[in-house]
C-alpha cells in the first residue's frame, strides 16, 4: 500500500524515530537497499525477495531507482504507526512512501499475514519504482496499486467470487471511488484492490504491457489525466472507466463466473468423490449379498444331503 498522505509530518518524526529504531535492529545493506529487521534470517528473507524483485520490476520498466530505498519490519504496531502516521488503515500491514525512498513492513513473526510475505515485499517496492516513474505527479490509486498488484502476482482463488458477487449485488466500485481506499472497511478495500489489478490487467492486455509506463510518463510530464489516456489508448479517462466497468460486468455474471472459477471444478471433484464412494458402497453390498446367497446354497444342499441319507 501507499501512502499519499502525511508525508512531510511523517518524515519530520522519523527523523526523530528511525536512530532509536534502528539502533535495536539488525541492519543489512545492499546496493539499493538499507535493511532493518528484528533478525539476521528476517533481514536476509526481505533483501532476497526485494533484490529479486527489483531485477524483475526494473526490467518491466526499463528503469531503475537512483536513490537507495531504506526498508524496516516493524516488531510491533506502535513501531510501525509511528513511522507511517496514526491514520494508517488497521488493515494495513506494509506501507511505501516513494517520496521518501521508504518501505515500512509489519512483521511477519508478530503479525497475521493473509498472503505470502514476498509478495507484500514485492507490492511495496512496486509503489516506490512507480513513485519514482511519476515524480510529483498524481497517478490515480487504482493505477498505482493495480500496478503493484500486478508485480507481486497477487491473485487468489475467491477473488473472482468477490467480483462476481459485487457484479449481481451492484455494488462494483467506480475506478474514481478508489482513491479514498484508505478510508475504507477492510472487505471493501479488498475490493478495491482486486478490482484495481483486473483494472490494470484489462489495460496490459487491451493495450499492451507499456500502457501503465506511458500513461505514467505521459502524467510526469504534466499531461492531464484525459491527455494522457488519450495519447496512449486512444480514449479519455472516462471511456476507459465506462470501457472497463462493461468488461467486468460482462466478465463477472452467472454464466462466465460459473465457467471460470475454481468452485465449479472443487465442486465437480467432491461430486466424482461422492460417485466413487457410492460405488464402493453399492459394490460392498453386492458381495455382501452374494456371500449370504453363497451361505444360503450351502446349507441348502447341506440340508439336501441329510434328507437323502435318512
Not at 13 to 18: A, H, K, R
Not at 171 to 187: H, K, M
Not at 206 to 229: M, N, R
Not at 272 to 297: A, D, N, P, Q, S
Request: with cysteine.
Amino acid at each position: 500500500m501507499r501512502n499519499p498522505t502525511g508525508i512531510s509530518i511523517i518524515f519530520v518524526f522519523l527523523i526523530f524515530t528511525f536512530t532509536d529504531f534502528s539502533s535495536s535492529q539488525v541492519s543489512l545493506s545492499t546496493s539499493h537497499f538499507d535493511i532493518f529487521a528484528s533478525t539476521q534470517d528476517l533481514a536476509q528473507e526481505v533483501k532476497n525477495t526485494l533484490e529479486s524483485s527489483y531485477k524483475k520490476i526494473s526490467g518491466f520498466l526499463e528503469d531503475s531507482l537512483s536513490e537507495r530505498v531504506s526498508v524496516f519490519v516493524a516488531n510491533t504496531e506502535e513501531e510501525f504507526l509511528s513511522m507511517v502516521g496514526s491514520n494508517f488503515p488497521d488493515w494495513g500491514i506494509g506501507c511505501a512512501i516513494p517520496d521518501r525512498n521508504l518501505i515500512v513492513l509489519k512483521s511477519p513473526y508478530r503479525f497475521k499475514y493473509h498472503r505470502p510475505f514476498s509478495q507484500v515485499v514485492t507490492h511495496e517496492l512496486a509503489h516506490i519504482f512507480l513513485g519514482k516513474l511519476s515524480g510529483k505527479a498524481k497517478v490515480p490509486r487504482w493505477l498505482d496499486e493495480g500496478f503493484a498488484m500486478y508485480q507481486s502476482h497477487e491473485w487468489r482463488i475467491g477473488q473472482d467470487l468477490a467480483v462476481a458477487r459485487a457484479v449481481l449485488t451492484g455494488s462494483i466500485l467506480p475506478l474514481s471511488q478508489i482513491e479514498t481506499v484508505n478510508a475504507f472497511q477492510e472487505s471493501k478495500a479488498q475490493l478495491a484492490y482486486t478490482e484495481s489489478f483486473l483494472a490494470v490487467s484489462y489495460l496490459y492486455q487491451e493495450y499492451g504491457e507499456g500502457t501503465v509506463k506511458e500513461l505514467v510518463t505521459h502524467l510526469a510530464s504534466g499531461t492531464s489525466i484525459d491527455l494522457a489516456f488519450l495519447r496512449t489508448i486512444g480514449s479519455n479517462y472516462l471511456s476507459f472507466q465506462l470501457e472497463f466497468e462493461k468488461f467486468i460486468k460482462g466478465r463477472y455474471n452467472w454464466i462466465s463466473f460459473l465457467g471460470d472459477t475454481f468452485l465449479i471444478w472443487i465442486g465437480l471433484a467432491f461430486f466424482i468423490v461422492f460417485l466413487y464412494l457410492l460405488k464402493k458402497r453399492h459394490t460392498k453390498k453386492t458381495l455382501k449379498e452374494w456371500e449370504l446367497e453363497e451361505e444360503g446354497i450351502k446349507r441348502l444342499d447341506e440340508f439336501s444331503d441329510d434328507k437323502t441319507s435318512d
